[in-house]
C-alpha cells in the first residue's frame, strides 16, 4: 500500500452517514491518512457537529434513516456555513448530481465508491483554497506560464498541445495529491460519466511521455485503485 | 339462465326493436291504404246511387216496378236496395222493409244498420231517397258490407304477412345473439387464459373482419407488443442476473480462497485485489443499467438548450484522439458547420462518446473511425462511422437493446451499454438513432430535429437568418 499520508496534523473530517459499516470504513480510511474523524449517524446529531465547527469538511449521505441528507446543507448553508461538503448517496443520476449541489454540496459520489476516490476528494475539498489568481505555476522541475501557455521542465521547454496543456495546469494545481480518473473526467473534461475504455490513461500516458525526457524521473506516477499524483518535492 | 342471456344480448334486443319498428311501419302503410280504397269504393258507390236516383225521379211508374221486380230476382247476394216507399214512409214494392232514416233529397248518406223484414241487418250501407212527382219516395241503396270485409282481409293480409317476418327476425336475432354470446365467451376465456399469465393466447378472429374482429385483432396486436416487452424484460434480467453474478461469484472465490489458502499476507492482499476488480464490475454494470433507466424516465427536457453538434463533436473528438492513435487506429473529424439542435449538452456529449468509443472498439489496428457533424434537410445530425467488422443485419434493431451482445462483443471488453445509453438519449431527445452498413464497418448516425435557427439560435445562424429573411 502506498503511504500518502503527509506530515503534520490534518483538519478534522465529519461523517454524516447511517449505514454503520460504511461509516466505520470510511473512519478507518481517512483515519489510515491521517485525519481526525468524527461519526454521526442522524441528522439532528450531524447538524449539532457540523455546528461545532470542528471539522473542516463535511462528508454527508444523502438519505439517512429516511431523512434528506440535503436538507443539512441547506440548513447550513442558511446559517451561513460555508464548510466544504461532500455529497455520497445511492442515487447516482445526472439530476441528483445537480440537486446536491445545488442544496450547497461542493463534490458529489455515487456509492459504490473507491474509499481512495473519497479519501481524494475529501483532501480536495480541504486543501481547496489555491491561487487561482496566479499566471505562473511552480511544483518541483515544472513550471507554467498560463498567459503564454509555456510549460518548462528545469530549462527544457515542453511543446504541449491544448488538451495536454490544460491536464497538466489541474496536476500543477494539485502537487503530491491524488487525482482520480473521475476528477480529471469531471473537472478537465466536463464529462459526467465514466467511459468505458481506458482513455484517461492514455491521455496520461501522452502527456508523460512529453514531460519525462530519456532518463528523468517519472513525475506524474500512478496510484494503485485510486488515480494518479503529480510526485515532486514541496 | 338461456332466456335471460338472450335478453341481454345486444344483438337480440335489436331485433326484438326491429320487429316492433316493422309492425308499426306495416300497420300505418296498411291502414293507409285501406282508408285510400275503402274511402273511394264509398265515394264511387255515392255517386252511382245519386246519378241513379236522380234517373230514376222521372221514370214512369211501369218502368219503376219493372225495374224493381227485375232488381229483387237478381240480387242475389242483397247488396243492392231499391224501394218504393209511400209519403208516409211504408213500402209499396222493393226493399228494404223500411225506409232507411235518412234526409230525402236526393245525396248520399250512410246508415249504421239496414231495415229488414224482421230485425234491421247491422250492416252499414248508403241510402239516397228521393221523392216522387206522385209523393211516393224511392230509395236507392248498397250495402258496406263488402268494404267492411276488404277491412278485415288487409288486417288478416297484414297479420299474415307481418307474422312470419317477425318471426324470422326474432329467429335471425336469437341466432345473431347466441353467435355472439359465444364469440364472447370465447374472449372472455382468452382472455382469462392472459391474465392467468398465458400470454401466447390470442383472442379469436374470424375472417370477417366485422367490429369485434377489429377490436379483437387491435387487442392480439397490443399484446403481441406486450409479449414482447415481457420476453425483453425477462432478457434483461437474465442479463442482469449473470452481468452481476458472475463478477460476484468471481469475488467470492477469490476472497475465500485468500482466506482459505492465502499463505502469506502477500497472497491475501493479491486476491482481494483481484476481487475488489470482479466488485467494481459487478457496480459498473449496476451504474450503467440505471444511467439507462435515469436517462429513459429522466424528464430533462426544461434544461434544454441549443446545443452545437459540430464543437460537441470536436470536444469528443479531441479527447478520444489519443485513445485511437495508442491503438493504431486513424480517426478523423469533419465538422465544418453549425449543426445545432435543441438539448442537454452533456447527455449528447455522452451519447457521442458512446458512439465514438464503441467505433475505436471494434476497428482493428489499421482502421478508420470518422465523426461527422453535418445539416442534411435542415435536420442536424452526427454520423459516427468505421471500418471494423459492421452489425449483422438482424441485430441492428437489437444492437440498442439493453445489455445486447452480438457476437462483435468477441474480444472487445465492455458491458454493452455504451450503445443503450446512446440509444436512450435520443430517444429523450426525439432523436433518431440507426445504424447502417458503412461497406466495410457499421455506421452510427444520431439525428435530431429541424436544425435550430432564428431566435433560439446564436451567433453564427443568426448572420444566416439575417441572409436568408430578405430572399
Request: glycine content about 8%.
Amino acid at each position: 500500500m502506498p503511504q500518502t499520508a503527509s506530515p503534520g496534523v490534518k483538519p478534522a473530517i465529519l461523517v454524516i452517514e447511517d449505514e454503520r459499516g460504511l461509516a466505520e470504513e470510511i473512519r478507518y480510511e481517512l483515519q489510515a491518512e491521517g485525519y481526525p474523524v468524527e461519526l454521526a449517524e442522524t441528522r439532528a446529531e450531524g447538524l449539532r457537529a457540523a455546528r461545532a465547527g470542528a471539522a473542516a469538511v463535511l462528508v454527508v449521505d444523502r438519505m439517512l434513516h429516511g431523512e434528506d441528507g440535503l436538507s443539512i446543507l441547506t440548513t447550513l448553508r442558511e446559517e451561513g456555513n460555508a464548510t466544504p461538503i461532500l455529497v455520497i448517496s445511492a442515487l447516482s443520476s445526472v439530476d441528483d448530481r445537480i440537486r446536491g449541489l445545488k442544496a450547497g454540496g461542493d463534490d458529489y459520489l455515487a456509492k459504490p465508491f473507491e474509499l481512495r476516490e473519497l479519501t481524494a476528494r475529501v483532501e480536495a475539498l480541504s486543501r481547496r483554497v489555491a491561487d487561482a489568481r496566479a499566471t505562473r505555476l511552480r511544483a518541483g522541475p515544472l513550471e507554467m506560464d498560463l498567459v503564454e501557455r509555456a510549460v518548462w521542465r528545469g530549462e527544457r521547454r515542453i511543446d504541449l498541445l491544448p488538451r495536454e496543456f490544460k491536464l497538466l495546469e489541474y496536476f500543477m494545481r494539485r502537487p503530491n495529491r491524488i487525482v482520480t480518473r473521475a476528477m480529471l473526467l469531471e473537472d478537465v473534461w466536463n464529462y459526467r460519466f465514466l467511459p468505458q475504455t481506458n482513455v484517461v490513461d492514455v491521455h496520461i500516458g501522452n502527456l508523460r511521455r512529453k514531460i519525462d525526457a530519456g532518463g528523468e524521473p517519472r513525475l506524474i506516477v500512478n496510484v494503485r485503485a485510486a488515480g494518479f499524483k503529480l510526485n515532486v518535492e514541496e | 339462465m338461456w332466456k335471460n342471456e338472450l335478453l341481454r344480448s345486444r344483438a337480440f334486443r335489436l331485433a326484438l326493436a326491429f320487429a316492433l319498428a316493422i309492425t308499426a311501419a306495416a300497420t300505418v302503410v296498411f291502414t293507409f291504404i285501406y282508408l285510400q280504397i275503402s274511402a273511394a269504393a264509398i265515394q264511387r258507390v255515392s255517386d252511382r246511387l245519386a246519378f241513379e236516383a236522380g234517373l230514376a225521379r222521372n221514370e214512369s211508374d211501369a218502368e219503376l216496378h219493372l225495374r224493381i221486380e227485375q232488381h229483387l230476382t237478381s240480387d242475389l247476394r242483397r247488396l243492392d236496395f231499391v224501394g218504393l216507399y209511400d209519403s208516409s214512409g211504408a213500402v209499396l214494392l222493393g226493399d228494404p222493409a223500411a225506409l232507411p232514416p235518412i234526409r230525402i233529397d236526393g245525396r248520399a248518406h250512410l246508415v249504421g244498420s239496414i231495415p229488414g223484414p224482421g230485425a234491421a241487418r247491422a250492416e252499414e250501407g248508403i241510402f239516397v231517397a228521393i221523392r216522387r212527382s206522385d209523393g211516393s219516395i224511392l230509395a236507392l241503396g248498397r250495402s258496406l258490407a263488402e268494404i267492411n270485409a276488404l277491412r278485415e282481409s288487409v288486417a288478416s293480409a297484414l297479420a299474415i304477412s307481418l307474422a312470419p317476418t317477425i318471426v324470422l327476425i326474432l329467429v335471425i336475432g336469437a341466432f345473431f345473439a347466441r353467435r355472439a354470446n359465444r364469440r364472447l365467451a370465447n374472449i372472455h376465456a382468452a382472455i382469462g387464459e392472459i391474465v392467468k399469465g398465458d400470454f401466447k393466447q390470442r383472442l379469436p378472429v374470424f375472417a370477417e373482419l366485422d367490429d369485434v374482429d377489429l377490436v379483437s385483432r387491435d387487442v392480439n396486436l397490443m399484446l403481441d407488443d406486450i409479449a414482447r416487452l415481457l420476453e425483453q424484460l425477462r432478457n434483461v434480467g437474465d442479463d442482469i442476473a449473470h452481468d452481476l453474478r458472475t463478477p460476484l461469484a468471481v469475488a467470492r472465490a477469490k476472497i475465500e480462497r485468500g482466506l482459505a489458502r492465502g499463505a502469506s499476507l502477500d497472497d491475501l492482499r493479491a486476491a482481494m485485489a483481484e476481487a475488489l476488480d470482479h466488485l467494481d464490475r459487478a457496480a459498473a454494470t449496476i451504474g450503467a443499467f440505471l444511467r439507462v433507466s435515469a436517462v429513459e424516465h429522466g424528464r430533462r427536457q426544461g434544461r434544454f438548450a441549443p446545443v452545437d453538434l459540430s464543437s460537441v463533436c470536436t470536444g469528443v473528438f479531441e479527447f478520444y484522439e489519443p485513445l485511437a492513435q495508442s491503438k493504431g487506429v486513424a480517426i478523423a473529424l469533419d465538422a465544418p458547420q453549425l449543426a445545432l439542435v435543441s438539448g442537454d449538452e452533456d447527455l449528447l456529449r455522452e451519447a457521442i462518446s458512446n458512439l465514438v468509443e464503441n467505433a475505436i472498439k471494434f476497428t482493428p489496428e489499421g482502421g478508420l473511425v470518422r465523426v461527422a457533424a453535418n445539416v442534411e434537410d435542415g435536420k442536424a445530425g452526427v454520423t459516427v462511422s468505421d471500418s471494423g467488422p459492421g452489425v449483422a443485419p438482424q441485430d441492428r434493431e437489437r444492437i440498442f437493446w439493453r445489455f445486447f451482445r452480438s457476437d462483435r462483443t468477441g474480444p472487445a471488453s465492455g458491458n454493452g451499454l455504451g450503445l443503450s445509453i446512446a440509444a436512450a438519449i435520443a430517444k429523450l431527445h426525439g432523436f433518431s438513432l440507426k445504424v447502417e452498413d458503412n461497406a466495410p464497418g457499421a455506421r452510427f448516425t444520431l439525428r435530431g430535429d429541424a436544425n435550430l435557427g432564428g431566435p433560439t439560435a446564436t451567433g453564427r445562424s443568426e448572420v444566416t437568418e439575417a441572409v436568408v429573411a430578405p430572399v
